[in-house]
């Protein structure tokens, strides 16, 4: 088991969604209904490439629109940062790769590679935020919008071949970053998000909101409980990967992170075969053994990258690789329609639907 250790508190891409009372945003689903204060308040807004909301259900002693503002400001900060093509710092640093110069970076950006060092590690190169290339073949990450058809079958081999992964990357102790890779290419959509949302909730936690929900595309993290004066936890639908319908409820406690890893987004059908963006680098095209992922960790970056490796290790592959990541809540819906669970989810979860299930015993104990 990887010895993980906690992102540091800095101000600085369906899984889940957020549905509040009966209106499904996406993956994942806030079904608590709580009747908050009026004055309680909520935010949203377009950034990272989906939809942003931020509902605070106990402020707290927290100027509300200060703190909502504070927390939009970090999301929409690394947005500005992070796109792979447009980003003030990952466009220039992509570009000096493909070149085999050398970038600069901020010391943000480093934590989060080398966590996503780990991750790749732990998956055998399943996983990895170094195929910005491989997205683009696919068109995954056009504005508009996916191919209409697979892309040609020997660019897709040449890119495999190439086998850009973060373990390229030469980083030195001033920051400086490079690579002999030049194929080598960053895209942060599978990691970058649990970032974003990690210091939305530090912007509102040092503002004095005591409870409130981040919910980035359908991926959510908690802060507090969902009720003021309550100890209750929060319960989120999970969506049915192949219908608008709720497939499961789960229960998230206070400060925890809740991410979906689904195929149901960015995917277009030809002959007759599914094409999604959640890309296998070690094969180039998508991840076929799963319909969704969802987990929970307390660790917003971790459960983000942990989603969407595990949907790409599939149902033979999840367990071995949730137990080396420390992931304990994993629930995993496979490509024939099947539920797998850990124990430790099982005791999280309520099925809305009567499909066949399978538990694994003590994962990641």
Not at 139 to 147: E, T
Not at 188 to 195: D, F, H, S
Not at 223 to 241: A, L, Q
Request: charged share 25%; proline share 5%.
């Amino acid at each position: 088991m990887i010895n993980r250790t906690p992102p540091k508190r800095s101000p600085y891409t369906p899984a889940l969604t957020l549905i509040t009372g009966l209106a499904i945003l996406s993956g994942l689903v806030l079904l608590n209904s709580c009747e908050r204060p009026q004055e309680a308040e909520s935010l949203s807004f377009s950034s990272l490439g989906t939809v942003v909301e931020i509902k605070i259900t106990d402020p707290g002693a927290a100027d509300q629109q200060q703190a909502l503002q504070a927390a939009r400001a970090q999301i929409d900060q690394i947005h500005g940062a992070w796109h792979p093509t447009f980003g003030s710092e990952l466009g220039p640093l992509n570009e000096n790769l493909a070149k085999g110069e050398s970038t600069k970076v901020s010391a943000e950006l480093i934590e989060l590679l080398n966590r996503a060092r780990e991750v790749e590690q732990a998956s055998s190169g399943k996983f990895s935020p170094a195929i910005g290339g491989l997205t683009e073949l696919w068109a995954f990450s056009s504005h508009d919008g996916p191919l209409k058809e697979p892309p040609d079958r020997d660019k897709l081999l040449e890119w495999v071949e190439k086998s850009p992964r973060l373990s390229d990357l030469v980083i030195t102790e001033d920051r400086e970053v490079s690579t002999k890779n030049t194929a080598v290419q960053l895209d942060l959509g599978a990691i970058g998000k649990g970032y974003a949302a990690q210091q939305a909730i530090n912007a509102l936690t040092e503002a004095g909101v005591k409870s409130a929900v981040v919910n980035i595309g359908g991926d959510l993290v908690t802060r507090g409980h969902p009720e003021m004066e309550s100890t209750r936890n929060w319960r989120i639908g999970v969506k049915d990967p192949r219908s608008e319908d709720i497939l499961a409820t789960v229960e998230a406690a206070a400060d925890e992170a809740i991410f979906t890893s689904g195929d149901y987004e960015r995917a277009y059908e030809h002959e007759d075969s599914l094409y999604h963006h959640i890309l296998d680098p070690t094969t180039g095209y998508p991840a076929m053994g799963s319909r969704s992922v969802t987990v929970i960790d307390t660790d917003p970056v971790w459960a983000d990258a942990a989603a969407t490796a595990l949907f790409i290790a599939g149902p033979e592959g999840w367990q071995d690789l949730a137990e080396r990541l420390g992931i304990e809540h994993v629930l995993l819906i496979d490509s024939d329609g099947k539920a797998w669970m850990s124990s430790s989810m099982e005791q999280r979860v309520e099925m809305h639907r009567d499909i066949e299930t399978n538990r694994v015993d003590d994962l990641a104990e």
